[in-house]
């Protein structure tokens, strides 16, 4: 069985999937764009778009009643590989050992023409 989870404090989903679903002891975050829920707006540097996004994955974890601690993969998307050590370190700052696995790709073109797009799988303790 799977559950829809939904935060007004996280950008709400732009097509046809849920922002996130719980099943089975975990739980499936789709990448969360730099939108501000509250303000609507993005910001244009990417560290800031970082921050905006795993703000996003907080949000969405807590609603399922989670932490970032929770957290076993990530996938980050970037539209420019140049933009990896600066978005690591904010990255960085959100999270402590044991770090989860993580994938960083580079892709063309991002939703909104945003810089970044983390995705996350998260893990409910005694399921």
Request: proline fraction near 6%.
């Amino acid at each position: 069985m799977k559950k829809q989870i939904s935060t007004n404090n996280a950008p709400q989903a732009i097509g046809p999937y849920s922002q996130g679903i719980a099943t089975e002891g975990l739980v499936f975050i789709s990448g969360q764009l730099p939108i501000n829920a509250a303000t609507g707006v993005m910001p244009e540097d990417v560290a800031e778009q970082a921050k905006e996004s795993l703000n996003n994955l907080q949000a969405i974890l807590k609603e399922s009643g989670l932490t970032m601690n929770d957290i076993v993969k990530t996938t980050i998307f970037l539209a420019d590989m140049n933009d990896f050590v600066v978005a690591n370190e904010v990255y960085g700052s959100f999270f402590s050992e044991p770090f989860p696995s993580r994938s960083t790709v580079e892709i063309s073109r991002l939703p909104k023409d945003a810089k970044i797009e983390i995705e996350a799988i998260a893990v409910k303790k005694g399921e």
